[in-house]
Nanobody, 116 residues
Framework: QVQLVESGGGLVQPGESLRLSCVAS????????MGWYRQAPGKQRELVAR???????YYADAVKGRFTIPRDADKNTLSLQMNSLKPEDTAVYYC??????????WGQGTQVTVAS
């Protein structure tokens, strides 16, 4: 079992920055991929960014150049550094990881609201 706990959400103005954190506990290893998804009201959950066990990252086009996904494998912590935030970034952000081929684990989600 894996537990994921997110923190760091909140209300910010357009153009500002915010950093989300996800602490993983339980049976997780540095080789497991981790990532962030988000879900806006009335929309499907979408991938924001992910990182694999080798450190290779992937970013959705909508956040490329603005978001980064640093991972501290020693502390089992994944972050999402969000810069130049836009109103369309408003969503609930979920931390994700996968053990094996298809055992997905999710955090409880943290709300990010970008509004002036």
């Amino acid at each position: 079992q894996v537990q994921l706990v997110e923190s760091g959400g909140g209300l910010v103005q357009p153009g500002e920055s915010l950093r989300l954190s996800c602490v993983a506990s339980g049976s997780i290893f540095s080789i497991d991929p981790m990532g962030w998804y988000r879900q806006a009201p009335g929309k499907q959950r979408e991938l924001v960014a992910r990182i694999n066990g080798l450190g290779t990252t992937y970013y959705a086009d909508a956040v490329k150049g603005r978001f980064t996904i640093p991972r501290d494998a020693d502390k089992n912590t994944l972050s999402l550094q969000m810069n130049s935030l836009k109103p369309e970034d408003t969503a609930v952000y979920y931390c994700w990881t996968r053990r094996g081929l298809s055992n997905d684990y999710w955090g409880q989600g943290t709300q990010v609201t970008v509004a002036s």
